[in-house]
């Protein structure tokens, strides 16, 4: 009884989550000029807007330009915080640390006002540099979260091993720290660039309209005609970020087997 | 006699209010097999890792060499570290783990995989080159450990407890081994371990260890056989401590009185004078059944408790003055619980700890 129970209610859960996904993901097939079920036929065509129309065209080069520079910097500097939280480089590290992950619970608006005067001031509002800065603080809390776990896997005297047998500091960390940090430093980077692909309130504040990222054009879509080149671009959304999803399932995968021990 | 290699001059190590090591001098000579024995917390650790350079002392100075190497770092200390869990690189291959202090050296691509080959087989994992450390069983790992740690010939070997996470008949197959490595090489170990028998089978000399002091240190027969102190008598191996008065200085033999009145007989030595408190100890295999001349000392008593070991059998024996641990061979097997029986043993297995 409780155990029919306990698949109930997980079914209900998992559908919960992933019914949103099944409805829209078919409308970005239609054939029909309108974001509603029935769908009359397949068709290609909103696909075909998505990479011909100039304003969806542009919102995707935007998102791969802001995306990959916010992967860039919020990796780096998040593997490096992580890095010098770990060693405890810096007094009151814990609060650092807490300090790192605010952004992921501070409201977007208050962000996205904060960073939009400072911006102004600053003189990169509006500029992709800005857009990146913005989504690159948002991002990197989920760098610092999966560098930190990594880090904490790694048995110390493994790196202390290393050093005992010939390897200054700056050697250590380049051939047994980092390696064995990866997997981290790649979940982070994917997660890092997920949360810039999907980020909007930042970019309602900080961008002008040459920067407006794919999510932002989405947004503005549905307020203005919704079209079905909406499903089109959340199905790429999806699809891009299962795949990003499965290679960090992987790559896990093979750094843990080869980290496992057998007793 | 020249000066010996690795030297602790008055050494301190303090972790904020804890002192760790106290005052410690220690002199290790170039060769030997030195054990630190002692129970978990008891500094044994922190030394090995004052020599390897991860901790400083707080004061006094450590000689390496005839160097002052306090404060120089790990990595120009050259000296090979094998910990208990292995600390094998996971993601290099077992032969890229043992070249890994050859690279550190600038040693040549060729002459490197020589050497490693060399380092392989001679812990017989020659075979294991292209495997991950993942792919092997404990044993093996810490046989790679073993092999990275000595490829670079280093000055000195530092183990702390590498055997401790294998499982017994491993364990002493590997004391066997590293044993015979240090013969072979002509090797400088310092090996910490808390298990008596494995500081017994394989060290030159063994050093004790209590609260961060050194409670005796010689050789291993020395610390069996003559314990200066209690903690050493009960710490080596079991033991029967026995409490008393000392009665009578003779030339040869020296009389005690226990506690309910019993006398105990042992040789006399330095040091020993009337009416000093003593305590003795007496291991459980030098003691005896049956009575013959030679063996001055008797009590008779009933068995509490009988206990086979294959080997041995351990007899627990009351008796007035005292309860004793008596291991006996197989022959005594018909003892059993509640029969009469008497531990003698000679005066010269008696031993006064203080």
């Known amino acids: 009884m409780f155990k029919a129970a306990r698949i109930l209610f997980g079914i209900m859960v998992v559908s919960f989550l992933i019914a949103p996904l099944l409805v829209i993901l078919p409308l970005g097939f239609t054939d029909s000029i309108f974001l509603s079920y029935p769908i009359p036929g397949f068709s290609w065509r909103w696909f075909h807007e998505l990479f011909t129309a100039d304003a969806w065209r542009r919102s995707i080069i935007n998102s791969l330009i802001v995306g990959s520079g916010t992967t860039i910097l919020a990796t780096v500097l998040g593997t490096l915080a992580a890095l010098g939280l770990r060693d405890r480089l810096v007094p009151f590290s814990g609060f650092f640390k807490t300090a790192f992950l605010l952004p992921m619970v501070v409201p977007a608006v208050v962000l996205g006002v904060g960073m939009q005067i400072l911006f102004v001031k600053l003189g990169v509002a509006y500029t ?30 493994i790196e202390r091993a290393a050093a005992s047998l010939g390897a200054p500091p ?93 007793n | 006699m020249s000066d010996p290699y690795i030297l602790f001059q008055n050494v301190s190590k303090s972790f ?40 400083n002392p707080t004061s006094g100075a450590v000689i390496v060499g005839g160097q002052h190497v306090e404060k120089l770092p790990p990595h120009k200390r050259n000296m090979g570290v094998v910990f208990q869990s292995y600390a094998l690189f996971p993601h290099m291959t077992v032969a890229e783990n043992v070249a890994f202090p050859l690279n550190m050296r600038g040693v040549a691509k060729p002459d490197s995989a020589a050497r490693v080959q060399r380092a392989l087989d001679m812990v017989q994992l020659g075979a294991y080159k292209e495997r991950k450390p993942s792919q092997l069983s404990g044993g093996q790992q810490q046989r790679v ?34 044993r015979d490595l240090h013969k072979r090489l002509g090797l400088t170990i310092v090996f910490v371990t808390h298990d008596q028998s494995e500081a017994l089978t394989m060290s030159d000399r063994i050093a004790v260890f209590n609260h961060g002091k050194i409670e005796q240190i010689g050789k291993p027969s020395d610390i069996y056989d003559h314990p200066k102190t209690r903690f050493v008598a009960e710490f080596i191996g079991e033991t029967n401590l026995v409490e008393g008065t000392i009665t009578k200085v003779g030339k040869d ?50 068995v509490l408790d009988r206990v086979y070991h294959g080997d041995h059998i351990r007899v627990v024996l009351e008796t007035r003055d005292q309860r004793f641990i008596v291991k006996t061979d197989r022959r005594m097997a018909v003892l059993d619980e509640g029969d009469k029986a008497s531990a003698s043993f000679t005066a010269n297995a008696c031993w006064v700890v203080g």
Do not use: C, W
């Open chain 1, 128 to 157: 992709y540099p800005g857009v990146i800065i913005a989504h690159t603080v948002l991002a990197i809390p989920f760098v610092v979260v999966n560098v930190s776990a990594s880090l904490d896997g790694i048995d110390r005297r």
């Open chain 1, 170 to 262: 700056h050697v250590v960390f380049q051939k047994v720290t980092l390696p064995l940090a990866i997997p981290g430093v790649l979940s982070g980077a994917v997660f890092a660039f997920a949360t810039s692909l999907d980020e909007v309130v930042l970019t309602l504040f900080v961008a002008g309209p040459n920067q407006r990222t794919l999510a932002r054009q989405m947004f503005s879509t549905i307020r203005e005609n919704i079209s079905p080149a909406i499903a089109s671009a959340a199905f790429l959304f999806i699809t891009g970020t299962i795949i990003l999803a499965l290679i960090t399932v992987y790559v896990r995968s093979q750094t843990q087997r080869s980290a496992r021990r057998p």
């Open chain 2, 16 to 55: 904020g209010p804890l002192t760790v090591i106290k005052d410690l001098d220690l002199a290790i000579d170039k060769g030997e097999f030195v054990s630190l024995l002692g129970p978990s917390g008891s500094g044994k650790t922190t030394i090995l890792m004052m020599l390897a350079g991860f901790e």
């Open chain 2, 145 to 178: 450990a073993l092999a990275r740690a000595l490829v670079f010939e280093p000055a000195v070997v530092l183990m702390d407890e590498p055997l401790g996470a294998l499982d017994k008949q491993l364990r002493e197959q590997m004391q066997l081994d590293i």
């Open chain 2, 253 to 302: 033999r020296t009389t005690i009185t226990l506690k309910q009145g019993g006398k105990l007989v042992v040789d006399t030595r330095p040091g020993l004078e009337a009416g000093a408190a003593a305590t003795i100890s007496i291991r459980p295999e030098r003691i005896h059944f049956d009575r013959t001349a030679e063996r001055e000392n008797d009590f008779p008593g009933t």
